[in-house]
């Protein structure tokens, strides 16, 4: 109750109203109108205040990327889609509504007009083109792979209905469905009108929006991936966090186009859920229990996590949800058989008891090793159980774990998880340009005592991250140590004896070949077997050198020898490159590499590598031939036979130019040579003078123009920052005042940052110039022949073409160490390929 104090502070009560008095009403219109309206407040007419302008303006990058679209229409088009059983009740499976559509599409594709469709596994699909109808029925036969009973894969049934007899019809019963589907026409969505607003679009964009995501969702679908929500998850094995307990962090993506200021943005940020590791069954159980053998789980504990999960069979290969476990053991638990032919003269059916591990063991030959004092996995129902072996059980893919973590799992997903900005940025934004994965290849063991299956494990973790899909290799072969102290070509022919023994008819693709060290007498041998005697890709790791860097350096090398390309330049691909980009372009390196002066005895590698694919410049095949030893002249360029016929290096380098970049010749021929002091600057004349021959010699009205510069690295010229101990910045260019001054174009580059002690830059002489270079273009043409390495993620110090060669000539110079001074040819499945990266 109130004090006096308290209620002698209220106002007066309000004045009664006389009765005659009638009160005025506000007219609509002149007053406030309601409540809630004069509350509402009119978005459209607020204006937003000038963006703030106190404080240090700084540039940032964002994870939003600007869409746009080249071409095509501008507008979506929406239908509504309804699927129905065929008793009427509606489809509701996201999973089952895709594949219905998916099927439905496959079928009538001719009737749709070959539209393109994207779906959100609901009731929304999207075309580009408008379809024939604005309404459309079908119907869709699915055939969804299922059977009956336990006849399909040799499951058992609590009932005892299997019969002997049934074991000879283990053909798949298809489980076929029938579908109605109805499309209808709901709108056409110009998402165009978006693309074009200066700051957005203030309203009526939800439709493109929800348009675009159910586009990409559609085909992260396609691509079989986990999806929630707006977060997408693949199946690849560099996505994997191991958080002990049998139970995977899994990175993945959430994205969502959204509309601001800037106009329309992709959103795109890195996601993470946690799933169950796929493989044996009982392995996760042993896991996710912390036991050290099957016969110490928690059953009771294990049939809650158990429930639901999908589980391939070993002897079938066909997928089940897990509905349960059996009560009884293996060997304990039984069911009726039905006999073959057991009917008595009442035509009744004769049936014999068995357990499911009997019944495994000795009616279907299958070797079970530890199942029968376990429980089993019910994939049937309550009423109709259907009992499989627990060894005979993998988990598949991709389930997510609803579990809660404990606490050190989610003490390890926090510590995997915690990314530095530029981390999350290479996430989104980082592959190789072209990855090229490996389906059929061997692992060969030359280096006993080392663990060889984490390193070729960590390589195909490591090569799916960059996009490469590598799948596990066909065989691993380990050599006999009773081999290891014969000569080093005895042993790699005794090696290539078993690879042939094993794949007689198909030889593998690729070999991964793990040597002792790096100078190991086996390297020459092995280079020569694979790359001249076989034409078989290959990779060899020093094993006394294996850790994180050495493997991901391994791999740029192994996906650009398969062909792939790890890095291009922007100016590469918007073929912006001065005087390179428009006009067919051959770009040469050349290097002569000679053997210790102790080996007098042995020649010279000559070697030469010259660009493919243009206008790209990442790409190059090489030509090596041996010369006279400790000469510096390339004697091979052009070497013409009585019979008309070129053999020389050029030739070989002008076919290849010519079959990969459209049957197009080389207007323009640059050519960088290492390696020759001021002295020898005439004699690389006479080279150049050979190739021009050799071009003659093709087509005698053909005259290209050329350009030659040479790159010098020894010298003893150093370039500093005044007032500062760091490296000079890596590009930086020196033209004059410390120049040679006979030589009108001659320049310091320093194109890469030194990682130990002071930087040394490259001098370059463009001692011929037809094409017409101008100081800078020169200058950038060489900067970005120093980035389009394929063995390394930075600038190098030399450009590429020049690396190159001195690579595939060292290559050639073990070979001819081991093997003698006469250097057999490529083998032709070798000629085009990288060999040398």
């Known amino acids: 109750m109130a004090s006096k104090g308290t209620l002698s502070n209220l106002p007066p009560p309000p004045q009664e109203i006389p009765p005659n008095v009638v009160p005025i009403q506000v007219e609509p219109g002149k007053g406030c109108g309601s409540l809630s309206e ?58 089952l509504i ?14 749709l007009g070959e539209q393109a469709f994207a779906t959100d596994g609901q009731q929304s699909l999207f075309t580009a083109c408008p379809l024939p109808k604005k309404k459309l029925e079908f119907t869709v036969v699915l055939d969804v792979a299922t059977s009956k009973s336990s006849k399909t894969d040799g499951s058992l049934s609590g009932n005892g209905d299997f019969s002997e007899g049934d074991q000879k019809r283990q053909k798949i019963i298809s489980g076929f469905k029938t579908f109605k589907v109805q499309i209808t026409f709901v709108s056409v969505i110009p998402f165009q009108s978006m693309l074009d607003a200066p700051n957005g679009v203030k309203s009526g964009n939800n439709e493109v929006l929800r348009a675009l995501d159910t586009i990409l969702q559609h085909s992260n679908a396609k691509r079989n991936c986990l999806l929630l929500r707006q977060s997408y998850f693949s199946n690849e094995i560099r996505n994997f966090m191991d958080l002990t307990g049998g139970i995977l962090g899994l990175r993945g993506f959430h994205s969502s186009f959204q509309s601001v200021q800037g106009g329309l943005f992709f959103n795109l940020d890195v996601s993470t859920t946690t799933i169950i590791q796929l493989g044996p069954l009982v392995n996760f159980l042993m896991a996710n229990q912390n036991v050290d053998n099957p016969f110490k789980i928690d059953w009771t504990k294990a049939t809650g996590i158990l429930k639901n999960l999908r589980i391939k069979l070993a002897h079938s290969n066909r997928e089940h949800k897990i509905t349960g476990l ?68 993998s988990l598949v893919s991709l389930q997510r774990y609803k579990e809660e973590l404990s606490i050190h799992q989610r003490s390890l997903l926090l510590k995997k998880l915690r990314q530095k900005p530029m981390e999350i940025i290479n996430d989104l934004n980082e592959k190789f340009a072209e990855p090229k994965g490996i389906e059929f290849w061997v692992v060969v063991n030359f280096s006993t005592g080392f663990d060889i299956r984490s390193s070729y494990t960590e390589l195909a973790k490591l090569g799916a991250m960059e996009g490469m899909h590598i799948r596990p290799p066909a065989f691993v072969f380990e050599e006999n140590p009773k081999h290891k102290k014969k000569p080093g070509s005895v042993r790699v022919d005794l090696m290539f004896e078993q690879i042939i023994s094993k794949f007689r008819k198909d030889p593998p693709r690729f070999i991964l070949c793990f040597l002792p060290t790096k100078f190991s007498c086996l390297y020459g041998p092995w280079k020569k077997k694979c790359l001249m005697d076989f034409g078989i890709r290959n990779q060899c790791i020093a094993m006394n050198r294996v850790d994180e860097a050495y493997l991901a350096n391994v791999i740029l090398k192994m996906n650009a020898r398969l062909g792939g390309i790890n890095f291009m330049l922007s100016a590469e691909v918007s073929q912006t490159i001065p005087l390179v980009s428009k006009v067919p372009t051959l770009i040469l390196g050349m290097d002569v590499r000679h053997a210790a002066s102790a080996r007098s005895d042995l020649p010279s590698v000559a070697a030469v590598v010259g660009s493919r694919q243009w206008p790209m ?87 290209p123009k050329f350009t030659l510069i040479i790159a010098q690295r020894r010298h003893h010229t150093k370039l500093f920052q005044p007032d500062s101990s760091e490296n000079i910045p890596p590009g930086t ?105």
């Open 98 to 111: 895709r594949k219905v559509i998916q099927k439905l599409w496959e079928i009538y594709s001719l009737e």
């Open 617 to 703: 410049i990442s790409c190059y095949a090489a030509s090596i031939r041996v010369q006279p030893p400790k000469t510096e002249t390339i004697h091979s360029l052009f070497k013409p036979l009585s019979e008309g016929e070129d053999t020389g290096i050029i030739r070989e380098l002008l076919m290849d130019f010519y079959a990969s970049s459209g049957k197009r010749k080389p207007a323009q021929i640059i050519i960088f040579r290492q390696g020759l002091c001021e002295s020898q600057f005439k004699q690389i004349i006479n080279e150049v003078e050979e190739i021009i021959k050799a071009c003659k010699f093709l087509d005698e009205t053909w005259s």
């Open 326 to 393: 059996s009560d009884r053991l293996c060997k304990e638990l039984k069911f009726l058989l039905r006999l073959k032919g057991s009917h008595d003269q009442n035509d009744n059916v004769q049936t014999v008891e068995v357990t499911v591990y009997d019944y495994f063991i000795r009616r279907r030959g299958i070797e079970l090793s530890y199942s029968s004092n376990l429980p089993c996995i019910n994939v049937g129902s309550q009423h109709r159980p259907q009992f499989i072996p627990i060894e005979l059980c």
């Open 38 to 95: 004069r509350l509402r407040p009119n978005f459209n007419q607020m204006n937003g205040p000038r963006p703030g302008v106190k404080g240090k303006k700084i540039h940032l990058l964002t994870n939003h990327f600007r869409v746009c679209f080249q071409g095509g229409t501008s507008h979506l088009h929406s239908y509504s889609v309804n699927v129905h059983y065929e008793n009427g009740d509606p489809v509701t499976r996201r999973n």
């Open 733 to 837: 260019v020196v033209d004059t005042k410390i120049c040679h001054p006979l030589y009108n174009n001659n320049f310091y580059m320093c194109a890469n940052a030194a990682r130990v002690g002071t930087s040394r830059p490259s001098h370059y002489f463009v001692l011929l110039d037809e094409i017409g270079f101008s100081s800078d273009d020169a200058q950038e043409l060489v900067h970005c022949l120093c980035y389009v390495s394929q063995r390394c993620t930075s600038a190098i110090y030399e450009v590429a073409p020049i690396r190159y060669a001195r690579l595939a000539a060292a290559q050639m110079l073990e070979i001819v160490k081991s093997e003698g001074p006469q250097l057999p040819k490529l083998h032709k499945n070798i000629r085009d390929t990288m060999f040398f990266c």
